[in-house]
Structures are given as C-alpha cells and as structure tokens.
C-alpha cells in the first residue's frame, strides 16, 4: 500500500464524510489514524540519549550522534 501525506488523507476524509453512511465510518477511522501520525520532527531527543551520545562521541552535536542518539531512543534504550 503505497504512504499518502497527511493533506491528501485529510482530503480523502472530506470526500468520504460526504458519500455516505458507510463511508462515515471509514473517514472517522482514517481520520483519527491522521491525529496518531506524529511528525518526526515533533519528537526530540530525551536527556538521556544525548548524554549517552556525548559520551560515544567527541563531537556533539553532530550527524553521526543525532542519528545513533535518535535510533536509540526508538529501540528504547536510553
């Protein structure tokens, strides 16, 4: 299934909302998965996984440990 972005799924939502009953339903579901979808770019790094990465690496802030301090984050280990 291919990834939409979130201003055609909203757009997806309206046309549905206006077909039918039937169709309500489903715009409500697709509707309610657009608010789960968080932005990447709302998440910020914990305190945690920045201290760890300051410690791996000699220069911080940088690419390298953002990335390491960012995968880490997501397999919960900081």
Same mark, same amino acid.
């Given at each position: 299934?291919? !990834? %939409? =972005?979130?201003? !055609?799924?909203? +757009?997806?939502?309206?046309? %549905?909302?206006?077909?039918?009953?039937?169709? %309500?339903?489903?715009?409500? +579901?697709? $509707?309610?998965?657009? $608010? $789960?979808?968080?932005?990447?770019? $709302?998440?910020?790094?914990?305190?945690?996984?920045?201290?760890?990465? #300051?410690? #791996?690496?000699?220069?911080?802030?940088?690419?390298?440990?953002?990335?390491?301090?960012?995968?880490?984050? #997501? =397999?919960?280990?900081?």
């Amino acid at each position: 299934m291919a !990834r %939409l =972005k979130k201003g !055609r799924l909203e +757009e997806i939502v309206k046309e %549905l909302a206006g077909a039918s009953k039937m169709h %309500l339903k489903q715009s409500k +579901e697709i $509707d309610k998965h657009i $608010d $789960d979808m968080g932005s990447p770019l $709302d998440l910020k790094l914990s305190a945690g996984c920045k201290a760890a990465a #300051k410690k #791996k690496f000699d220069v911080y802030p940088s690419a390298y440990a953002n990335m390491w301090a960012s995968k880490q984050q #997501k =397999k919960g280990k900081c």
